[in-house]
């Protein structure tokens, strides 16, 4: 098959770190130094050139030491390493919000966004899984990878967009003959999170060996874990100011997490502006029941506020509410593959391949409870036939008071997301002479993710439920049945009442709140065609050496057709909200399909036109300090439909000063062309929790967003500098050391609804278009926010590499180390608004917390003797301090310590039958000392695990044991 850019495994070993664990063999796992050569394809490069060493970093990880360190799949291991930071997986992401298709597995290297991770397979990019613009992983074939290897700097120019913080390239074992069978299964030691894969891979040839067959099947499943299955997540930790009678003259010394209202943990946290039940406020003048509650029961009670805090409708204990704690912590999945490729070599010389792979991934989960708070409180009027006698007598008819009700005790809404993915790929290659050669790839990629949210309120049926009135013949039926106008009449002839007075109102009037839910559904579908030419080869001979040239062209289009039942969009003119709610009264303004999830439609297209090209110049070789020194640079034009031309290039450096010391550099333009979704997504909502300076009140509001088409390409800077020691004096041992900076011009961002707010009220800017009042002093109804080309980010770091391996006693001992040295991550959100730091800080900002440490890391240890084998991994969270960029951020008891998680992989191989068949016997303890997560809750009680889920395992203590049998 064709090869991007060819090394050998030697040198990579000697420069890279490559694990030597791959040349121990069976009888007699020695480590041999100077092994037999293999092709390595590294993704950094297109240049062809045995020996080559790429001036771009890059890691390499085989097969088997990543399911060592985590047996569950490829990209859980990979996620060990500190490269990849707050990458979303299943126990990596929140199900808060069913409007984003983000729970596979998302790698995001340098923890700049997934989007920026270029993922490719065999050198090839991958077609996008969701319709946010993301590869979900977990479509490869685990059983018939053969490495993984990862580019940590910018190669836009090599692979074009989105390989702004590197490239992730999985490498399928083309060569494999045999049969390969895995099973295994494992679950924590709290009895959750039960899970199994079970595999089988065949690879052989035909025709005389001329033609190669790889076919494999796959399915893992894992019943994931509530939240309530953890005792931390039931004690209802918050972060709230600590201050409650705190005054000042100054204003911002008393708001959350300034000087005097320093934040700190709080058990038990409550928001007061609701109640489980239904808390009373409003009403006419001289109504006594304002501020008293519903019980579970129908009896009217006093509220109890609880203890208060220093943020606002915020307090510890009491009768205010929180995000109920039996909802998902880790969504149940299962994924299927199947994968198959043919490769056939032509007596002419060229060579052929045909592949296709197929994926489904069905995720379920339990979310927020349906919410009648806020700008959606329920309107109680005083001919409501389910009114206690007592409110009763205090109001007219037409009168009618608020009431605040979570229905955190009640069912809660459930979420189905199934996504299948497909992809089909063929290509020819093959040598002009003996110097180029050609290489040619068609690619069909397409995915449908469907969306399926039962058991939310429906805005327009719950509110027309809500309105229960005496028919006059004693039957309570709904306000709107009876209606005047024979359209509003029929439409609401099924309606059946709903009682939310007494306790839970699934149970007291079922019929009632049955007609008030449904489902809020989308399907997204994705496709994706690429035609790809190259040619590789050496144009002329140097005294140092031959330069190596590649060159060539792509074509890439690309589809997103969105279909949703709950289009915001449909109600955003008054007289579609005046049709759609016609009949009904008590509808708040904000009011759209359903609560929580309302998904607009997109529809849009790209067509990608590129060429670029490549040259490796040998400069010198041979002399004193300059054993080797090379050049590379290489550039690529792209033109998009949407946006137009964009540039990119690279220029590198490799110089061997003496045999032992590598010297390496690069600098890049890099680009990240916007998603589909980003350019052309219908309008959507969600709901944020705002403090509002101008009233001093602090609720849930719904936020808008949609897409841009306006949105142009972000651009990068990348540098790179790097050396590599391979002492000859410790035969085994080599190190890395690299230097990156990654910063990014006109990224795409968006301002968060409470920095709308904020900026509104601080400087009366054009931020204040996006709130809607229903009078210039009330508490804002709806926010918009929209994504532009507004933001900048610059990280960089420290990179460290180190692997050894050598003979110790009877058996072998090979060391790997990745650690990772964060020396800044900034960020400014638009022009003129302050840089705000995040390296070493734990961010919490409402119910989302995440952190990156200034330090990481993963030490693996494996030692092999005979036929037994064992394997050790470090992994090491470092210290961070809690914080909130860009707003007061005083803290009580601030420090985040350091983490440590161990795991321990043991392994027997032994021989079966007499046909040369292999099976080994495995058993992982993940997190063997059952370390529990820092306690890092959120601003929003119970929106999250009261940690940081992207960084800390808070499973605990989980086994897998399993058999792979190889003949």
Not at 358 to 380: C, K, P, W
Request: proline letters at 6%; hydrophobic letters at 35%; one cysteine or more.
């Amino acid at each position: 098959m064709k090869k991007r850019t060819l090394l050998s495994l030697a040198i990579a070993n000697a420069l890279m770190g490559v694990s030597s664990v791959n040349a121990q063999t069976e009888e007699n796992p020695v480590v041999e130094q100077d092994s037999a050569v293999e092709e390595v394809v590294v993704s950094a490069s297109r240049i062809k050139r045995d020996g080559f060493t790429a001036p771009t970093p890059v890691t390499v990880a085989s097969t088997d030491d990543l399911m060592n360190m985590q047996p569950t799949n490829i990209p859980d291991a990979l996620n060990k390493l500190p490269q990849f930071q707050l990458s979303s997986g299943p126990a990596q992401s929140q199900h808060n919000f069913s409007n984003t298709a983000s729970h596979g597995n998302l790698l995001n290297l340098r923890g700049i966004g997934s989007k920026r991770t270029l993922i490719l397979m065999d050198g090839m990019r991958m077609p996008k899984t969701t319709f946010l613009g993301d590869v979900d992983v977990n479509v490869m074939p685990n059983l018939l990878m053969q490495r993984v290897e990862v580019v940590t700097g910018g190669a836009s120019a090599a692979y074009g967009s989105d390989a702004v913080s590197g490239v992730v390239n999985f490498i399928v074992d083309d060569s494999f003959v045999g049969t390969k069978l895995n099973v295994q299964g494992g679950f924590s030691e709290q009895g959750d999170n039960e899970h199994n894969r079970i595999g089988v891979a065949t690879g052989f040839e035909f025709s005389e060996g001329n033609g190669h067959v790889l076919l494999s099947a796959e399915r893992y499943d894992n019943d994931g874990m509530m939240r309530s299955d953890r005792d931390a997540s039931r004690e209802g930790w918050i972060f709230a100011g600590s201050n409650p009678n705190c005054v000042s003259a100054n204003a911002s010394d008393c708001v959350p997490g300034g000087a005097l209202n320093p934040y700190k943990r709080f058990k038990n946290g409550r928001l007061t502006v609701a109640s489980d039940y239904g808390l009373i406020s409003g009403g006419p003048a001289g109504f006594s029941y304002n501020g008293q509650r519903f019980d579970q029961s129908g009896n009217i009670v006093p509220f109890d506020p609880g203890t208060p805090t220093g943020s606002p409708i915020f307090a510890s204990g009491g009768d205010g509410y929180t995000v109920p704690f039996d909802v998902t912590g880790v969504a149940p999945l299962t994924t299927e593959q199947l994968f198959g490729k043919v490769i056939y070599d032509f007596s002419n010389g060229v060579r052929g391949y045909v592949q296709g792979l197929y994926s489904s991934s069905e995720v379920e989960y339990t979310s927020l409870a349906n919410s009648l708070v806020g700008a959606t409180s329920a309107t109680i009027y005083g001919d409501n036939a389910y009114l206690p006698a007592a409110l009763q007598a205090e109001l007219a008819p037409t009168d009618s008071f608020k009431l605040a009700h979570y229905l955190g005790t009640g069912p809660k809404p459930f979420t189905e997301e199934e996504t299948e993915f497909m992809m089909f790929a063929a290509g020819l290659d093959g040598d002009i002479n003996e110097s180029w050669s050609w290489g040619l790839d068609i690619s069909h990629g397409q995915s449908e993710h469907t969306m399926d949210q039962s058991g939310l309120y429906n805005w327009q049926r719950t509110y027309a439920a809500l309105d229960a009135v005496d028919d006059g013949t004693g039957n309570i039926v709904c306000r709107a049945s009876l209606s005047s106008d024979p359209a509003v009449a029929a439409r609401f002839a099924d309606c059946k009442p709903m009682n939310i007075m007494n306790g839970d109102p699934s149970i007291a009037t079922p019929e009632g709140y049955a007609y008030a839910t449904g489902t809020s559904s989308y399907v997204a579908e994705t496709t994706q065609d690429t035609i790809a030419f190259e040619v590789v080869g050496s144009a002329f001979t140097l005294p140092a050496g031959p330069v190596d040239m590649a060159f060539g062209a792509e074509w890439r289009t690309e589809d997103l057709e969105l279909r949703s039942n709950a289009d915001p969009a449909l109600l955003d003119e008054a007289a579609e909200r005046d049709e759609h709610f016609a009949g009904l009264r008590g509808v708040p303004s904000s009011a759209l399909h359903y609560w929580l999830t309302n998904i607009g439609v997109a529809d849009g297209s790209v067509d990608v036109w590129e060429a670029f090209a490549e040259v490796n110049v040998p400069v010198i070789a041979g002399r004193p300090g300059f054993e080797q020194l090379d050049l590379n640079a290489a550039v690529r034009h792209t033109d998009y439909s949407t946006s137009g031309p964009v540039d990119t290039w690279k220029l590198g450096m490799t110089w061997r000063t003496i045999d032992e010391v590598l010297l390496r550099a690069t600098v890049s333009r890099d680009i990240r062309a916007p998603s589909l979704f980003s350019l052309y997504a219908g309008d959507q909502s969600a709901i944020s929790t705002i403090f509002d300076p101008l009233t001093g009140l602090q609720a849930n509001i719904p936020q808008v967003n949609g897409g841009n088409r306006d949105l142009e390409p972000e651009e990068a800077d990348t540098y790179t500098f790097g050396v590599v020691y391979t002492p000859q004096a410790v035969p085994g041992l080599s190190l890395s050391i690299d230097y990156y900076s990654i910063e990014i011009q006109d990224a795409i961002g968006s301002l968060s609804a409470q920095q709308i707010i904020n900026n509104c009220f601080q400087t009366g800017g054009p931020e204040c278009d996006l709130i809607t009042r229903p009078s210039p002093g009330d508490f804002p109804t709806e926010i918009r926010v929209a994504s532009a080309n507004i933001a900048s980010l610059e990280t960089s770091g420290i990179d460290i590499d180190v692997s050894y391996a050598t003979p110790v006693g009877p058996g072998n001992l090979s060391v790997r180390l990745y650690a990772n040295y964060l020396e800044k991550y900034q960020e400014q959100q638009y022009a003129g608004a302050p840089t705000l730091e995040y390296a070493g800080i734990a961010t919490i900002a409402g119910g989302n917390t995440q952190g990156r440490p200034e330090w990481s890391g993963t030490l693996n240890v494996s030692y092999d003797l005979g036929n037994f084998g064992l394997t050790l991994t470090e992994q090491y969270v470092g210290k961070m301090e809690v914080g909130i960029p860009g707003s007061p951020s005083n803290f009580i008891d601030g420090d985040v310590d350091p983490e440590w998680y161990t795991d321990i992989t043991g392994r027997y191989r032994m021989m079966v039958g007499n046909q040369g068949g292999e099976m080994e016997l495995f058993g992982t303890v993940n997190n063997l000392f059952d370390n529990e997560p820092p306690i890092v809750p959120g601003t929003t009680p119970g929106a999250t695990y009261p940690t940081m889920i992207g960084v800390y395992d808070y499973i605990g203590r989980a086994f897998t044991v399993g058999m792979r049998y190889t003949f």
